[in-house]
């Protein structure tokens, strides 16, 4: 079907069966025909790029196959829709750059050539739609490391979009690079994030660049001050992040266990409180001043957090022998969730536990059957298998 020059087609509505997304595709015929490159192996593609342009809303049926088609292809397509993107229709160029940012999802099966992804890089520059840079900063970032240009550009947007959601866009799209670049890299990154961390008036981006930097661990002495500093964000979100982050540098962040026990001592949120415990765990789980808050905490009122710190303590295992005198006493006491819960983290310490052998033998004889079944696993976990009873 050939179309008049003014002819607008709408391509409406169709839902990703990955994602659950919809999209919409404008399609603005303005009497010219776009070339589309890296087409010429693949005539399935070249029949998908022609419904895309040229659909005319009587087959809506064919909305669905469009889009496989578009997927059985993905670097034909992308080339495609990189073509695509080069038009001066604010909703084509959208909706294009969404479907590019669809596709690219399929990671090492999703790739474009050097040109393409210049002349992509030159529409994000050129760009001030919010959404359309969004999606584009995320195709690069799921591009990966491919050339020097893609994480200057992400880089770049980072530092000069007005957009909340696009520098969140971009510091996500920085933090999936750190996962194929090369290490000597990560410093760089590093000091990018730290700026935003400090920086960013918006407490989603900064919250986004302390999440990130949980992905680039290569510089503590740089990272683990920053982050340090910002567990006294006015913002819980952040602060959240920051716990999280530090627990991620393991025993690299032992000079941040002072500030995360302060924090797990003022904060009242349970989420953030657990994100301590779990940093303070992953981080320094023999420190005497991390015993001493674990066992506090292990009848603190709040379930959410006594719970938290009684997975903490099954998670550090006979490490966690100091901690068995108070496990008994909620094994034979606490509630019915927390007493299972114990008598699992006392089987997970191995005969470092044996001194909770009566109160075991007991408890796994409880009415409870959970408690029960915890019980005799945990003592077949203890006692060595010589000497176990039937």
Do not use: W
């Not at 909706?95 to 210049?118: V, Y």
């Not at 001030?128 to 491919?146: A, F, H, M």
């Not at 032992?254 to 415990?277: F, H, I, P, Q, T």
């Amino acid at each position: 079907m050939k179309l008049a020059s003014n002819t607008k087609v709408r391509l409406l509505g169709t839902c990703l069966a990955a994602s659950g997304a919809c999209f919409l595709i404008s399609v603005n015929t303005v009497g010219r025909a776009q070339a589309v490159p890296g087409l010429s192996s693949s005539s399935n593609v070249k029949e998908v790029v022609k419904l895309l342009k040229n659909y005319s809303g009587t087959n809506a049926a064919n909305i669905y196959q469009i889009e496989q088609d578009l997927r059985r292809h993905p670097n034909e397509s992308a080339e495609a829709l990189v073509n695509v993107l080069d038009t001066n229709d604010p909703e084509l160029k959208k909706h294009a750059s969404q479907l590019l940012q669809r596709l690219s999802f399929n990671g090492q099966d999703f790739t474009l050539s050097d040109s393409s992804i210049k002349t992509l890089i030159g529409i994000l520059k050129a760009s001030d739609d919010s959404e359309v840079q969004s999606s584009l900063v995320q195709t690069l970032g799921n591009l990966g490391p491919k050339s020097d240009s893609i994480k200057q550009a992400i880089i770049d947007t980072l530092k000069t979009s007005p957009e909340v959601s696009v520098r969140r866009t971009a510091v996500d799209s920085l933090a999936r690079l750190a996962h194929e670049e090369r290490p000597a890299l990560h410093e760089a990154s590093t000091a990018i994030l730290v700026d935003v961390l400090k920086h960013d008036d918006s407490a989603a981006v900064r919250a986004a660049a302390a999440g990130a930097m949980g992905s680039y661990r290569d510089n503590p002495a740089v990272a683990v001050p920053a982050l340090s500093e910002a567990l006294n964000d006015n913002y819980l979100t952040v602060r959240t992040r920051v716990a999280q982050s530090l627990g991620q540098y393991g025993p690299s962040a032992k000079a941040a266990v002072e500030k995360l026990v302060g924090a797990l001592k003022s904060e009242s949120d349970s989420n953030m409180r657990s994100s301590c415990m779990n940093a303070l765990r992953q981080i320094d789980p023999e420190n005497e001043i991390v015993i001493k808050e674990l066992a506090n905490l292990l009848s603190d009122p709040n379930q959410m957090v006594s719970q938290s710190a009684l997975m903490q303590v099954y998670n550090i295992g006979p490490k966690g022998a100091a901690l068995v005198p108070k496990l008994i006493e909620i094994l034979k006491s606490g509630t019915r969730y927390n007493r299972a819960s114990a008598a699992r983290a006392l089987g997970n310490m191995g005969s470092a536990a044996s001194a909770a052998i009566p109160a075991l033998t007991q408890a796994s004889e409880d009415a409870d059957v959970s408690l029960r079944h915890a019980a005799q696993q945990a003592l077949r976990q203890i006692q060595p298998p010589t000497s176990a009873s039937n």
